[in-house]
């Protein structure tokens, strides 16, 4: 299990081209998936970070972005190995969401239990939003 104190941690992209540091607002503990659309076919765990939270070190011009739907939720992308490393959120656009993958020492795998929020059903968008479900992990180790 990772450590949910955890509150700055430096992290990148795959191939590198970006890396950054980042403080977060409550270590780990927002950890969590999103089954809208987008964020099912992405797959990613992320956690939260203020605005200024997030310090690009290197790359900053190898990061593209993607919007949809509203256009609220700004997702940030290495141009060269197509990894997401953060986006702005649309529940709350005074927070980022971090890529747990793209943190150093991390893995999405560290999680037994991730929640699933709702974004299928916004509040945004007259939905009732909240938890949709859990994401569980077992090792096969623990399995066996």
Do not use: K, W
Request: with cysteine.
């Amino acid at each position: 299990m990772p450590d949910m104190d955890i509150q700055q941690n430096q992290g990148g992209c795959h191939c590198g081209a970006v890396r950054f540091r980042v403080r977060l607002s409550d270590g780990l503990r927002t950890a969590r998936r999103c089954n809208c659309s987008f964020c099912r076919m992405r797959g990613a765990i992320a956690v939260s970070a203020p605005l200024d939270g997030l310090t690009i070190l290197r790359g900053a011009d190898a990061l593209t972005i993607y919007r949809f739907g509203t256009g609220t939720a700004v997702h940030h992308f290495c141009r060269y190995c197509g990894i997401y490393t953060h986006h702005r959120r649309r529940s709350n656009p005074d927070e980022l969401g971090v890529n747990v993958a793209c943190l150093d020492g991390i893995s999405p795998f560290d999680f037994a239990e991730v929640a699933i929020l709702d974004g299928q059903n916004h509040e945004s968008d007259g939905g009732a939003g909240g938890v949709a479900g859990m994401l569980c992990h077992v090792s096969a180790a623990a399995s066996g």
